[in-house]
């Protein structure tokens, strides 16, 4: 249960109820007391009409409700009331408009209030604490998880360990035609008379067995008048390294047990009886886009399989042990919530973390760090890359759509506040949707107490 509070300074001077756009604030005993976000109106709804935003409060979808008053009935502190038109009032978004509006500050959240007592309460032992971002809620936690990175300042996307990975987990893409040498040298592994160094080529020992012309991943050798050759372009690769995360999302998603996280790793048991749409959910949600089906036959115990799970990584450390220029490495990767300056509460790490542990507050997020298993998927997807990651994938929004629904505003404009693209006009009595301007962050869409904005986007694989 999540709440905006009134501190002892209130002195009732009625700002924030006249700002709060759902009326969920009223004075007692002269001091601002509002909806406690409990969610009892939201169980008890029988027409599913409320329900929990992104920020853990609560909003009325006018188009589902019918005024039958049983959020009201069931109210434990008697905040909500239906007016005569049948709209219902006195249910928290969670918005913080209160906040804004108090002149001498006495409203705070209660995620703020909690984490200014836990600071306190370390600095009474005289504990030098960091440094800390604004937007996240502070906690003493941290979730990690072991996977293999990449140090982008060494590789050179030359693609030998996309070649080498037993489960092709790894996709190196490199912004140049096709027949052009990576420099991967997996043509001087093949070579059965050592005959290439250093994409050089012995033309007096070399048996034109054709071995690395058959192995060349970039199809870069060719043979001409009797000679073997090797296309070369004097510049440095340019492009993208994605590999699998060992987050173990897949295996969470997949059906049935032929899919496990063992010790850490990932396994694959082709012996297990499954079908392709055992990871259809798995395939799909994979953060990094990795995941996949081929369609190679194998018979395994008597068995015919007529498609194999690949893009898992399964922590064999192939990839480390072939990279020449030790860019590949074995890494415990570390998160304890905490979000950049940049973050503008816009909802999208929200929105598409898979086990929804993520909400929004006032200052930032706030991250269930006890169940993150550390997927990246916030931070993929963030657009104002405010969440770190480890990874190069990046999604972004390919086009949408974002319209405000006239006659399920309030006209309470918190959109137009949040709105970090200045892209939500103010037209007097009503607020309208600059498309020109508009980035589809959702911002908007999730601040909107009263579910009147009409908001739908697509993303793609930014590279």
Same mark, same amino acid.
């Given at each position: 249960?999540?709440?905006?509070?009134s501190?002892?300074?209130?002195?009732g001077?009625g700002?924030?109820?006249?700002? !709060?756009?759902?009326?969920a604030?009223r004075?007692i005993?002269?001091?601002?007391f509002s909806?406690?976000?409990c969610?009892?109106c939201? #169980?008890?709804c029988?027409?599913?009409?409320?329900?929990k935003?992104?920020? +853990?409060?609560?909003?009325?979808?006018r188009a589902?409700?019918?005024?039958c008053?049983?959020c009201?009935?069931?109210?434990?502190?008697?905040?909500i $009331?239906i007016? *005569?038109? +049948?709209?219902?009032?006195g249910?928290?978004a969670r !918005?913080?408009?209160?906040?804004?509006?108090?002149?001498?500050?006495?409203?705070?959240?209660?995620?703020?209030?909690?984490?200014t007592?836990?600071?306190?309460?370390l600095?009474?032992?005289?504990? *030098?604490l %960091?440094?800390?971002?604004?937007?996240?809620?502070f906690?003493?936690?941290?979730?990690?998880r072991?996977?293999?990175?990449?140090?982008?300042?060494?590789?050179?996307l !030359?693609?030998r360990?996309?070649?080498?990975c %037993?489960?092709?987990?790894i996709?190196?893409?490199?912004?140049?035609?096709?027949?052009i040498?990576n *420099?991967c040298?997996?043509?001087e592994?093949?070579?059965?008379?050592n005959s290439?160094?250093n994409?050089i080529?012995?033309?007096n020992?070399?048996?034109?067995?054709?071995?690395c012309? $058959?192995?060349? %991943?970039?199809?870069a050798i060719?043979?001409d008048?009797?000679?073997?050759?090797?296309?070369k372009? =004097?510049?440095?690769?340019d492009g993208?390294?994605i590999?699998? @995360?060992?987050?173990?999302?897949?295996?969470?998603?997949s059906?049935?047990?032929? &899919?496990?996280?063992?010790n =850490?790793k990932?396994?694959?048991? @082709?012996?297990?009886d499954?079908?392709?749409e055992?990871?259809?959910?798995s395939?799909?949600?994979?953060?990094?886009s990795i995941?996949?089906?081929?369609?190679?036959?194998?018979?395994?115990?008597?068995i015919v399989?007529?498609?194999?799970?690949? +893009?898992?990584?399964v922590?064999?450390?192939n990839c480390?042990?072939v990279?020449?220029?030790?860019? #590949?490495?074995?890494?415990?990767?570390?998160?304890?919530g905490?979000?950049?300056?940049?973050?503008?509460?816009c909802?999208? !790490?929200?929105?598409?973390?898979?086990?929804?542990?993520?909400?929004?507050t006032?200052?930032?997020? &706030?991250?269930? @760090?006890?169940n993150?298993?550390l997927?990246?998927?916030?931070?993929?997807?963030?657009?104002?890359?405010?969440?770190k990651?480890?990874t190069?994938?990046?999604?972004?929004?390919l086009?949408?759509?974002?319209?405000?629904?006239?006659?399920?505003?309030i006209?309470?404009? @918190?959109?137009?506040?949040i709105?970090?693209?200045?892209a939500?006009?103010?037209?007097g009595?009503s607020?309208?949707v600059?498309?020109?301007?508009?980035?589809?962050c959702?911002?908007?869409y999730?601040?909107?107490p009263?579910?009147a904005?009409?908001?739908?986007?697509?993303?793609v694989?930014?590279?």
């Open positions: 249960m999540i709440m905006f509070l501190t002892n300074e209130c002195d001077n700002e924030c109820i006249k700002r !709060c756009p759902t009326e604030i004075l005993n002269n001091k601002a909806c406690i976000t969610g009892a939201y #169980r008890a029988p027409n599913n009409a409320i329900y935003n992104k920020y +853990g409060g609560y909003v009325v979808d589902k409700c019918n005024g008053g049983i009201q009935y069931n109210c434990p502190i008697n905040n $009331k007016t *005569e038109d +049948g709209v219902v009032k249910i928290c !918005c913080g408009a209160c906040v804004d509006s108090c002149p001498i500050d006495a409203r705070v959240d209660g995620f703020t209030l909690f984490k007592k836990q600071l306190n309460y600095k009474s032992f005289g504990i *030098e %960091p440094k800390m971002n604004t937007p996240t809620i906690n003493n936690k941290t979730v990690s072991v996977s293999v990175n990449t140090n982008t300042d060494d590789c050179i !030359c693609g360990c996309d070649y080498y %037993p489960t092709n987990a996709n190196v893409t490199v912004d140049k035609f096709d027949g040498c *420099e040298g997996v043509c592994d093949v070579c059965p008379t290439i160094n994409g080529i012995n033309h020992t070399c048996t034109k067995c054709l071995k012309l $058959k192995s060349c %991943p970039s199809h060719n043979f008048d009797y000679k073997i050759n090797i296309i372009l =004097n510049q440095r690769n993208t390294i590999s699998c @995360l060992n987050c173990g999302l897949c295996s969470d998603l059906k049935g047990d032929s &899919l496990v996280k063992i =850490n990932l396994v694959f048991d @082709l012996s297990k499954f079908s392709s055992d990871f259809e959910e395939i799909d949600k994979c953060p990094v995941l996949h089906l081929n369609n190679e036959t194998l018979n395994v115990n008597g399989k007529d498609s194999l799970l690949e +893009g898992y990584c922590l064999c450390g480390v042990d990279c020449k220029q030790d860019a #590949r490495s074995f890494n415990i990767v570390e998160w304890d905490s979000v950049s300056d940049d973050c503008i509460r909802g999208t !790490c929200a929105e598409f973390c898979p086990y929804d542990l993520i909400t929004l006032y200052e930032g997020i &706030l991250v269930d @760090l006890d993150c298993i997927c990246e998927t916030c931070g993929i997807y963030c657009p104002k890359n405010a969440i990651t480890t190069l994938a990046k999604k972004r929004v086009d949408g759509f974002n319209q405000i629904d006239s006659k399920s505003c006209y309470c404009k @918190l959109c137009y506040d709105c970090p693209e200045n939500i006009i103010d037209n009595d607020v309208s600059d498309e020109d301007k508009c980035i589809y959702g911002a908007c999730n601040i909107c009263s579910r904005i009409i908001f739908d986007r697509s993303f694989n930014k590279n």
